[in-house]
């Protein structure tokens, strides 16, 4: 064995003979319970990063410890590459809007991009070496997917699950599209509570609002019927202030007794609170706000003008007309697109729906018949699912997706759906034949895509496009941001054409933190820790440790100096091994010594830890089970093990050939065991040791197609005499530590309690005398 490990060179090296010898090829026919995993395609959005390689590594990880288990596992890997997050790329990459260009134009550029991005994430993932069987790759554009997508679509319409309506539509005026609850996120911005006086005759009903360039969209107001300031108001009609216009007021629970001055002005629409009194008290629709974030024209005063400057602009235009009574700094939650960080709108729109308000029981569930990993995050999901208030936006009013296989009459608008033969079809290319009903043969295309979730949330249905029955699949992991889209929109999918849960456990991930607070992300500056330059530096393996650190599901912050841990263990894991292999050039495996106890103690802590490990991993504590393994390889294989034998693998004269080969057969069994625990973590270096030794030995072809022991429950006795002996050890050292001793200076006595361990104690005189380089041993 070469004095450094070469990384940049074995690492490579490894992979190679990983392809070459097709390592991680899945064969359904193969021995072994199939352990299938749903891995989360990656969004082609931008570069990858250090949070990417935090969350898939540990798939990993999971994988290669099912594969050592004995399962038959199927690992396969696709990518998420339509949808409104693959546009923003594009349009970001060649500095275009999509809405600029000719449709066909920007879907060439799509795909020219995501085929790009798409090599550099396969490459990347390999350079990791995810034991990936690359032959089972996806991508959600693919003719095969979206073949699927429309199949199972169809299915919901034959089900009554999708339809279609016009109604209040969360918007985004940034991206000009739909949208859904789940892509929401909550933004506190600075605004004023406007107070603006409503008069009904004499008397005036003052409101506070945030949005006063809504006035001319407010149809009613509201009070609360048990607030009896306002009780003789219900049924009476108010002034809408500048516009002059009456509505009616009106009451509802819903209103605040303390927030505001308790009079709410229902406006089309400034939230969801309007919308949803719009449908229950069968409210008129006043047009304000266009798709594009502007002002409708028609609206006197601010007609298109951008919404924040039409509020500027009303709020001056009542001041000069003094009915702004006072306006109030504030604080104020409001709803923005996680997409694009814009402020949601609430528009009227034709859209299709996933009906999901009528079977959240069911959805819930799902929830306690799923594994969830850790438990606690089963709370996010069922929260989630207790507080959704919209069915399932699928449509969006974009370019680069799977287009619906729907065409409508154009006389009477009822839409016809594709044959399942058609598919995947797109109706902008392909016209419809046939007569409506009406008797109309004119038919109008539908010009939507699918949500990328709607495709996404299949992921279980297109790994099984091969014809391999795989639901519900072992597991999936993901990080927990996507609980409440990928994991709830995917139970969802799977109840409905499956009528079963996805997936037996879920496994979830936390975040990657650069500093207290900050997600690291593809938006942000911290973005420039660039996964394939910290490879280059640093090892894939050394990544691929420092992503084992952290308890599953906790967030985890990284800095690049982090790293140095991992390169020494590296080095300490190549250092040990080249030590111990050169003392095993002339072992017999068959031979069987008499093993001396502190060779027992060795084989019985590998033993342990190994069913430590397998118990920590089975429940998908992948940081849980290293500690495990490195207290195992530090500290009782490294600091002491091998010191307490080292004179007697190079002294056999001394210590006598028979207790040589008890050394050489417990450290063969403890280096080969620790190699293949690392092995998950660790997976290209560990390779290159079994492949320089132990192959030779043992003759399967990579350290990956071993199997894990299986140790009988172990012997409690042995594991206390190696704690005795460790303790007798560390005493030792601290005396020479505080006598400014080197730890090989010689010392004159060494007392030793051996508790009830005498016997054993005694058998390891020669080894404790070697070790503490003391004239005498003294065992009490």
């Keep these: 064995m070469e004095k450094r490990y070469e990384f940049s060179l074995r690492e490579k090296q490894m992979q190679e003979l990983w392809s070459e010898e097709q390592i991680y090829k899945f064969d359904a026919s193969a021995e072994g319970e199939i352990y299938s995993i749903d891995t989360p395609p990656p969004t082609v959005s931008g570069s990858l990063h250090i949070g990417h390689i935090f969350s898939y590594t540990q798939a990993d990880m999971i994988a290669r410890y099912r594969r050592m288990q004995g399962y038959n596992v199927f690992y396969p890997f696709g990518f998420d590459d339509n949808g409104l997050p693959t546009e923003r790329l594009v349009e970001r990459d060649e500095g275009i809007r999509a809405s600029d260009i000719p449709r066909s134009r920007f879907i060439d550029l799509c795909i020219k991009t995501t085929s790009k991005y798409e090599n550099e994430f396969r490459n990347l993932w390999v350079s990791l070496g995810f034991s990936v069987d690359w032959s089972f790759q996806y991508e959600t554009i693919s003719a095969d997917v979206r073949k699927k997508s429309q199949e199972l679509f169809l299915e919901l319409v034959k089900m009554g699950k999708a339809y279609t309506k016009e109604s209040p539509v969360l918007w985004c005026t940034e991206c000009q599209t739909s949208i859904a609850q789940a892509e929401l996120d909550n933004a506190e911005i600075d605004s004023t509570f406007?107070?603006?006086?409503?008069?009904?005759?004499?008397?005036?009903?003052?409101?506070?609002?945030?949005?006063?360039?809504?006035?001319?969209?407010?149809?009613?107001?509201?009070?609360?019927?048990?607030?009896?300031?306002?009780?003789?108001?219900?049924?009476?009609?108010?002034?809408?202030?500048?516009?002059?216009y009456e509505v009616p007021i009106l009451s509802d629970e819903k209103v605040s007794l303390e927030k505001g001055t308790g009079v709410v002005m229902c406006a089309t629409f400034g939230d969801s609170t309007d919308s949803e009194w719009f449908k229950e008290h069968n409210l008129p629709y006043r047009k304000v706000i266009m798709p594009d974030g502007t002002i409708a024209n028609e609206v006197p005063i601010i007609g298109g003008l951008k919404v924040v400057i039409a509020r500027r602009e009303i709020i001056k235009k009542l001041d000069e007309n003094g009915l702004l009574l006072k306006s109030e700094k504030i604080k104020h939650a409001v709803a923005t697109h996680e997409r694009c960080g814009k402020e949601v709108e609430i528009i009227p729109s034709r859209q299709w729906y996933i009906d999901i308000l009528a079977d959240k029981d069911k959805f819930l569930k799902a929830a306690d018949e799923i594994k969830w990993y850790?438990?606690?995050?089963?709370?996010?999901?069922?929260?989630?699912?207790?507080?959704?208030?919209?069915?399932?936006?699928?449509?969006?009013?974009?370019?680069?997706?799977?287009?619906?296989?729907?065409?409508y009459c154009k006389?009477?608008?009822?839409?016809?759906?594709?044959?399942?033969?058609?598919?995947?079809?797109?109706?902008?290319?392909?016209?419809f034949t046939g007569n409506c009903d009406c008797s109309c043969n004119e038919f109008i295309p539908e010009n939507a895509v699918f949500d990328t979730w709607a495709t996404s949330s299949l992921t279980p249905q297109i790994n099984e496009r091969f014809g391999q029955k795989l639901t519900p699949m072992s597991m999936r992991t993901q990080a927990h941001e996507i609980i409440r889209t990928w994991t709830f929109y995917t139970i969802v999918r799977s109840l409905y054409h499956t009528g079963d849960i996805?997936?037996?456990?879920?496994?979830?991930?936390?975040?990657?933190?650069?500093?207290?607070?900050?997600?690291i992300s593809k938006s942000k500056s911290n973005t420039d820790l660039v996964p394939i330059n910290l490879i280059t530096n640093y090892s894939a393996d050394a990544l691929r440790y420092w992503a084992a650190n952290a308890r599953l599901g906790t967030d985890t912050f990284f800095a690049v100096d982090e790293l140095d841990i991992s390169k020494r263990f590296i080095t300490k894991l190549w250092n040990a091994s080249k030590f111990a292999i050169s003392h095993l050039q002339d072992i017999d495996l068959n031979d069987s010594p008499n093993l001396l106890p502190v060779d027992r103690w060795m084989i019985e802590k590998t033993n342990d830890v190994i069913m430590k490990a397998s118990k920590m991993l089975n429940q998908y504590e992948i940081g849980s089970a290293r500690h495990e393994i490195d207290d195992l390889f530090w500290k009782d294989f490294c600091d002491n093990y091998v010191e307490i034998i080292k004179e007697r693998l190079y002294q056999p004269d001394i210590h006598g050939i028979d207790e040589r080969k008890s050394g050489q057969y417990a450290l063969y069994y403890s280096l080969?065991?620790?190699?293949?625990?690392?092995?998950?973590?660790?997976?290209?270096?560990?390779?290159?040791?079994?492949?320089?030794?132990f192959k030779q030995h043992i003759g399967i072809v990579?350290?990956?197609?071993?199997?894990?022991?299986?140790?009988?429950?172990?012997?409690?006795?042995?594991?206390?005499?190696?704690?005795?002996?460790?303790?007798?050890?560390?005493?030792?050292?601290?005396?020479?530590s505080e006598n400014n001793l080197s730890m090989r200076a010689e010392i004159e006595l060494l007392?030793?309690?051996?508790?009830?361990?005498?016997?054993?104690m005694m058998q390891s005189e020669k080894d404790m005398k070697a070790c503490s380089n003391a004239k005498e041993i003294v065992i009490k």
């Excluded at 006389?411 to 016209?431: D, I």
């Design 502 to 519: 996805p997936w037996k456990d879920l496994m979830i991930c936390g975040f990657v933190l650069a500093k207290k607070g900050e997600k």
């Design 702 to 736: 990579s350290i990956h197609l071993l199997k894990w022991e299986k140790p009988t429950p172990t012997d409690q006795s042995l594991l206390e005499f190696g704690e005795v002996l460790k303790n007798a050890i560390s005493d030792m050292r601290k005396y020479k």
């Design 194 to 244: 406007n107070y603006i006086p409503f008069t009904v005759g004499e008397a005036a009903l003052n409101v506070a609002t945030t949005r006063p360039e809504l006035l001319y969209g407010c149809v009613c107001l509201f009070v609360n019927p048990s607030d009896e300031r306002y009780i003789n108001y219900i049924g009476k009609k108010a002034l809408v202030p500048l516009y002059n």
């Design 374 to 407: 850790p438990p606690q995050m089963k709370s996010r999901y069922i929260a989630w699912v207790e507080n959704i208030k919209w069915d399932w936006c699928i449509s969006r009013q974009r370019y680069f997706g799977i287009p619906f296989p729907v065409w």
């Design 672 to 693: 080969l065991n620790i190699l293949k625990l690392y092995s998950i973590y660790v997976p290209h270096l560990t390779e290159y040791i079994y492949q320089g030794f």
């Design 411 to 431: 006389s009477c608008g009822n839409p016809y759906f594709a044959n399942k033969e058609q598919l995947p079809v797109n109706p902008l290319e392909t016209k």
């Design 751 to 760: 007392e030793v309690e051996s508790g009830k361990f005498y016997d054993w």
